[in-house]
């Protein structure tokens, strides 16, 4: 078993320091729930609100990123996949610069940096090695990855990377989807809980 894992929104949990900095720029309600998927689509039903979203997601995954937080569970999954010596992976989808906003942001950097403060790369209990992070400039160039890597499980927030007609065949396909009903959907299995896809791929 080789565990492939996404990361925006997979590891990385950007509920929390969006809700605030759309607050804070008067794009939403304070009383809209912290949930990213509300807050995109409360912003894009505004005026110009597409350019808005897309300045917000620049800011989150560049500047703001040291406030985003790990995901709930996600340390200890890695670290039950560590202590069985199970293979982990962290494949992104993200281009090293934003084609919107401000070019000088390293997105690709700034995720790393995150990355190592909080213990994913070196962390003796749970951390996977600066060589085991691939990040690519887009979906096809993440799913050749997948494929080059030899993974075989893969974990992911968004139904499009499993949609894409180049998935391979044989990786089991995992949604992290908080806000959905687990069960088996059109050709993965979705997961409301890091918890519950750790039982589902470890046991006990
Ligand atoms: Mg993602």
């Known amino acids: 078993m080789i565990i492939g894992i996404d990361f925006d929104n997979t590891i990385a949990s950007y509920d929390e320091p969006m809700h605030r900095s759309a607050v804070g720029r008067g794009l939403i309600p304070a009383g809209l729930p912290k949930n990213k998927k509300l807050i995109r689509d409360a912003i894009r039903a505004l005026g110009d609100g597409e350019a808005k979203w897309r300045e917000l997601q620049v800011f989150s995954y560049g500047p703001g990123m040291p406030e985003a937080r790990p995901m709930e569970g996600v340390k200890e999954f890695m670290a039950a996949c560590k202590e069985r010596g199970v293979d982990v992976l962290i494949v992104s989808h993200k281009t090293e610069y934003a084609n919107f906003g401000d070019p000088a942001v390293n997105l690709r950097a700034a995720a790393l940096g995150w990355l190592e403060a909080q213990g994913f790369v070196d962390s003796e209990r749970f951390g996977v090695g600066r060589d085991r992070i691939f990040f690519e ?18 974990v992911d927030d968004l139904e499009e990377t499993f949609l894409e007609a180049s998935f391979p065949a044989g990786v089991a396909k995992i949604l992290f989807s908080p806000q959905s009903t687990p069960g088996d959907k059109g050709g993965w299995r979705a997961f409301p809980a890091w918890p519950s896809i750790q039982q589902y791929l470890l046991g006990q």
């Open 137 to 154: 400039d887009t979906r096809h160039g993440k799913i050749g990855r997948i494929r080059a890597l030899g993974i075989t499980h893969f």
